[in-house]
């Protein structure tokens, strides 16, 4: 069987215009900048128009079209679309589906959406990565978008203070170019079912869906034990992320930079500190866009090469955990 290296080709994000505050939740609601920072780490997220444009399919487009021209690639170009979201823009179809018409894609490529809450991202390019290693395919689009703020639960100040809107993406290719250090090395997924009460939304599904008298409630929204996660997250992070290094033979300190899922800066740390990478090698954008679930990994990854912190070249240890609960740890030569 034929065997490609793979390689991430391009990247791009893409965010709501709207800046939403500490000080402006501290208008709405029992909280203050002062708690929130300190708690979290986060000071603004963004809020996607309830007017549409800013749908997660609308953000993917963006973040995409930014992601094709990094790569130097036509939309036809893709092959598959794994988008990654807890929040697609309709129950049917999927949100890839209706990317692929908004990106003009005429290849009839094949689009799926995939549910791996703050995880996604890392189980998409796990998923395009063994699919371009066998030989199925090429190229793929990878996108990790979300539109947290319908979800959120205003009555519960510990977690409606910690999510926002936005959308990264990753075009993952072959690199059948000998001379091209660039490769993808190592990814680890897993999942343990049990932690489902810790973080979860019981309503709109088969299961229990909508009824007028809890569309009047808060039990519609996303529901979550903060401390439970925390601790299991801390746990699970640096587990996944050690895994990860040990299948691609490397050491903690061969990394050059860390891409942590950002749920909250003390998490970040905490795990920065059990894995022993120091600060500077931590990619951090939890201040300004708070916890975009599936889009936290892409968008830090993709605004660090931007900054023109993360070079071709470097080696870089992406790491993410979420509801389910799931977690994901990549390593990969950018
Ligand atoms: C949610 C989280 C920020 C709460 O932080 P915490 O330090 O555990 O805070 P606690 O829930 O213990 O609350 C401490 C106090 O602050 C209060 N508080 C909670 N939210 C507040 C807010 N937004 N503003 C002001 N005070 C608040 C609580 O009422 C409590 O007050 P009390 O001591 O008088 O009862 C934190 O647990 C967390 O980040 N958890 C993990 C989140 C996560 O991983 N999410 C997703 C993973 S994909």
């Not at 128009?49 to 995409?64: I, N, Q, R």
């Not at 094709?68 to 679309?81: R, S, T, Y």
């Not at 999927?94 to 549910?115: R, Y």
């Not at 001379?179 to 079912?193: F, M, R, W, Y």
Request: aromatic letters at 8%; proline letters at 3%.
């Amino acid at each position: 069987m034929s065997f490609f290296r793979t390689k991430i080709l391009g990247t791009g994000m893409c965010y709501p215009q709207r800046v939403f505050s500490n000080d402006d939740f501290a208008k709405i609601i029992d909280t203050s900048d002062e708690w929130i920072t300190e708690r979290t780490g986060i000071k603004r997220r963004r809020f996607a128009s309830l007017e549409g444009g800013e749908f997660p399919s609308d953000l993917a487009k963006g973040a995409t079209e930014e992601a094709l021209q990094n790569a130097n690639l036509k939309p036809n170009d893709i092959d598959l679309i794994i988008f990654a979201t807890i929040t697609p823009d309709y129950r049917l179809p999927s949100c890839a589906t209706i990317l692929q018409t908004k990106l003009g894609i005429t290849n009839q490529c094949a689009a799926v959406d995939i549910v791996a809450a703050c995880s996604g991202f890392i189980y998409g390019v796990t998923m395009a990565h063994s699919m371009i290693q066998t030989g199925l395919i090429k190229r793929a689009l990878v996108v990790g978008a979300e539109m947290l703020s319908r979800e959120i639960n205003l009555e519960d100040r510990a977690s409606c203070i910690l999510f926002g809107d936005g959308c990264g993406v990753a075009i993952i290719g072959r690199n059948e170019d000998a001379n091209d250090p660039s490769e993808i090395l190592t990814t680890k997924i897993g999942a343990d079912g049990t932690g489902r009460e810790f973080f979860q939304q019981e309503y709109g599904g088969s299961a229990n869906p909508f009824t007028p008298e809890v569309l009047q409630t808060s039990a519609r929204f996303m529901a979550m034990q903060g401390k439970e996660m925390f601790r299991v997250a801390v746990r699970t992070l640096t587990d996944i992320s050690t895994s990860a290094l040990e299948a691609a033979n490397l050491k903690i300190s061969d990394i050059h930079w860390f891409v942590p899922h950002q749920a909250n800066i003390r998490i970040i740390e905490a795990t920065g500190n059990r894995l022993g990478v120091p600060a500077e090698k931590v990619i951090i954008n939890i201040n300004e866009y708070a916890n975009t679930s599936a889009a936290t990994v892409p968008t830090a990854f993709h605004g660090a090469v931007k900054a023109g912190q993360i070079k071709r070249g470097d080696l870089v240890l992406m790491s993410a955990f979420g509801a389910g609960l799931t977690a994901g740890s990549l390593v990969v030569r950018y």
